[in-house]
């Protein structure tokens, strides 16, 4: 479980060809304090560590990723790709997003940034299955942030939403660096899911 705080900022420095891909992260964390199995989210992709750094030494660790996790998310398992990186929710820790899974449910796609003031408006299209569970004023993790929803646009292409990136945001996550076109990695609200679930139990009731 992940609130979509950005604590880190990793980046891939080695990518293995195995079953599955072994990659490996250099961060900021001190890894004495992350156990071997324990999940690091990286760019929303909920991860299990399987390899560390030893203590004193610069911050390291890797993750096995599988097929099926490559086929579902963005394109970012490659050497110098960096990542967005939250530990898992403790007890006690402050809710300061909103509840994230580490589940990617699709890739959207950029299809505009504008300036806002001192912020960003940055749009995002998304295939049909997705759009019944974004709506104004909602929450939506791309690539493991969590954002507010501004607004909600159905169209013949597909559905766009948009987001305003707050300088903060910017500079501490990588969506400072995003471009038009880039494929981003998107996680639904859990309790749009389920609400959508529901109804449409309800609804053969």
């Known amino acids: 479980m992940f609130t979509g705080i950005i604590?880190?900022?990793g980046t891939i420095?080695?990518?293995?060809?195995r079953g599955d891909r072994r990659v490996t992260i250099s961060c900021g964390y001190d890894l004495g304090e992350v156990d071997l199995g324990a999940s690091i989210a990286c760019s929303g992709v909920c991860l299990t560590?399987?390899?560390?750094?030893a203590p004193g030494q610069p911050g390291w660790f890797s993750v096995d990723v599988s097929g099926e996790t490559v086929?579902?998310?963005a394109d970012q398992w490659r050497e110098g790709r960096r990542?967005?990186?939250e530990r898992a929710l403790r007890v006690g820790d402050e809710l300061g997003g909103h509840i994230v899974t580490g589940h990617v449910d699709g890739v959207a796609e950029v299809v505009r940034i504008e300036p806002a003031g001192d912020s960003k408006l940055v749009g995002f299209r998304v295939a049909g299955d997705l759009a019944p569970y974004i709506a104004p004023k909602g929450s939506v993790t791309v690539d493991g942030v969590s954002l507010t929803v501004n607004a909600v646009t159905d169209g013949p292409e597909g559905t766009e939403f948009q987001v305003n990136l707050i300088p903060h945001t910017r500079?501490?996550?990588t969506?400072?660096?995003l471009e038009r076109g880039q494929a981003v990695n998107i996680e639904i609200?859990?309790?749009a899911r389920y609400l959508n679930r529901m109804q449409s139990l309800l609804g053969k009731a």
């Open 49 to 53: 560590v399987v390899d560390k750094s």
């Open 7 to 9: 604590t880190d900022i």
């Open 175 to 177: 969506l400072g660096t």
């Open 171 to 173: 500079q501490v996550t």
């Open 189 to 191: 609200d859990v309790l």
């Open 83 to 85: 990542l967005n990186l």
């Open 71 to 73: 086929s579902r998310t």
């Open 13 to 17: 420095t080695r990518v293995e060809p």
